[in-house]
């Protein structure tokens, strides 16, 4: 994993209860995001209730870990809204609760007006890469997120000036 030091720390939102960046969601993961324009980026520590086998983070944690940096990446940096089409998760070295994890999220390519491919990434606290996805996402307008009911009005009011500006 590359060190930035030219990070900006993205805000997080209070008008909501995700499970993967809710601050005030007791049982979730709380992410916060940061990013230098090219990727985003995330720091956690995933508490001991959401373990597998032992001391190693469930796999579906792991994969929320990396579907929703890959989601908060497009947001921020294609300035869209998505929704995930397909995902692929490469499980390669344990990871364990309790410990510092960092995870990196990335545009891959616009496969067209209205899909993209994200990769995302998770190393351990040493730098080791643990797990790593490949993601298909559905990418919405505003437009279309306001005739589909895709975000109540609180929270559109929020994506909407992160899309917007």
């Keep these: 994993m590359n060190a930035h030091d030219d990070l900006r720390e993205l805000p997080a939102r209070a008008d909501h209860n995700c499970f993967g960046c809710s601050q005030t ?3 979730g993961l709380k ?4 990013t230098n324009g090219e990727a985003l980026f995330s720091t956690l520590t995933v508490p ?3 373990c597998g086998w032992g001391t190693i983070v469930h796999g579906g944690v792991q994969t929320t870990i990396l579907d929703e940096i890959m989601g908060w990446t497009a947001l921020h940096l ?14 390669l070295k344990p990871v ?12 891959r390519e616009l ?7 994200l990769e995302a990434e998770l190393f351990n606290g040493d730098g080791k890469l643990c797990t790593r996805a490949m993601g298909t ?6 437009d ?3 005739k589909l009911k895709i975000l109540d009005e609180e929270v559109l009011k929020t994506v909407e000036h992160l899309v917007q500006g």
């Design 111 to 117: 496969t067209g007006a209205r899909e993209a491919r």
């Design 78 to 91: 294609l300035k869209r809204v998505t929704l995930t089409k397909a995902l692929s998760v490469e499980f």
């Design 31 to 34: 992410m916060r995001f940061s």
């Design 137 to 142: 996402f559905g990418l919405f307008t505003m």
């Design 25 to 27: 969601n007791a049982a």
């Design 96 to 107: 364990h609760v309790n410990r510092p994890l960092h995870a990196i999220g990335r545009v």
């Design 48 to 50: 001991d209730h959401l």
């Design 144 to 146: 279309a997120v306001k």
